[in-house]
């Protein structure tokens, strides 16, 4: 059987805010657009927001899910082709092709990498095996199981800080496990979260096992000066380590930071023609939902002049 081949103006990569966004500007201006994802639903990491967003101007939202259904709302009337659970075998950004694992390839004129980001993981022994069982995904999603708990967290940044301080208000004790003696978290958090006395940092360490059986019951603890090894029994882990650009796929063929996002100018130009990125993949300074929705409309107005012969 021949293999499908479709083309089309823009081809988008990437179903969070910024894909999103991409899809509904080209439907807006008129060009014929297709958006991959690969989850068999949009939304990107709106589906992993649990806390209430409040600074996205004009719109007040409970938690994530709630700020995915405005928006999916606001694409009712959108025209493009949507691919959900797409398993994206190859990408030619060159050539614009990208060909599906069934074979199907699709071809643009233009392409919107809007792939965004993952959170870090330890890569510990124990981290897979107990994910899911006593390795918390969220902090508000789960402080109703932790009552009367013991938890760990890993990190020293703002997520953790946020999250020590919502579930130390039902925890028996949160330990902030960090591996600087310093925390890039903001100062409110810093001093909120020390006025605690169920909060204890141990600083200067690093993570070196989960342990368990059916469920978490203790991590491993390295002091980074001294090497000595500690066990610290837990009910239950939540690791915020900080994020990384989902790239893998481009990785080799765009020019990128040291840290892998996507470098791109004020029209979100990537370093290769006609090939433009958004939201979180190259946004490391400012990775929030507004900047994401602001890069899209950017990038496509882009591409619109450059069709339509104008830039």
């Known amino acids: 059987m021949t293999p499908v081949k479709q083309e089309f103006n823009v081809v988008i990569i990437g179903g969070g805010p910024a894909g999103m966004a991409s899809a509904l500007w080209c439907s807006e201006l ?162 909120n979260a020390r006025g605690k006395a169920n909060i204890e940092f141990v600083l200067n360490s690093r993570v070196r096992e989960i342990a368990g059986n059916t469920t978490v019951t203790a991590v491993d603890v390295q002091d980074t000066l001294s090497g000595t090894v500690s066990r610290v029994d837990t009910d239950a882990v939540l690791i915020r380590i900080g994020v990384e650009p989902n790239n893998e796929v481009f990785r080799e063929q765009l020019a990128c930071d040291a840290k892998g996002y996507i470098l791109v100018d004020n029209r979100c130009r990537t370093s290769v023609e006609n090939v433009y990125a958004v939201g979180d993949i190259a946004s490391p300074v400012s990775p929030t939902i507004s900047t994401a929705v602001g890069m899209a409309a950017t990038a496509v107005k882009a591409i619109k002049r450059r069709l339509s012969g104008s830039e």
């Not at 949507?82 to 398993?87: C, H, I, S, V």
């Not at 993952?118 to 009552?147: H, M, Y």
């Not at 703002?158 to 004790?173: P, Q, R």
């Open 30 to 191: 008129g060009l014929n657009a297709v958006l991959f994802d690969k989850e068999d639903h949009l939304g990107g990491q709106l589906t992993i927001i649990h806390n209430p967003i409040r600074n996205y101007l004009g719109i007040d939202a409970s938690n994530g899910s709630e700020l995915l259904e405005r928006f999916l709302r606001s694409l009712k009337d959108s025209r493009f082709e949507l691919q959900t659970a797409a398993a994206i075998e190859k990408v030619d950004l060159v050539r614009r092709k990208l060909v599906l694992a069934e074979g199907a390839e699709y071809s643009g004129t233009a392409i919107v990498v809007a792939t965004g980001v993952r959170r870090r993981t330890l890569g510990v022994p124990g981290e897979a095996e107990f994910r899911g069982k006593g390795i918390l995904r969220s902090g508000a999603e789960s402080k109703d199981e932790i009552v009367g708990k013991t938890v760990v967290i890993v990190g020293g940044g703002d997520a953790a800080f946020e999250n020590a301080l919502m579930l130390s208000e039902k925890a028996k004790k949160v330990f902030v496990v960090h591996r600087r003696d310093e925390f890039s978290a903001r100062e409110e958090f810093f001093r």
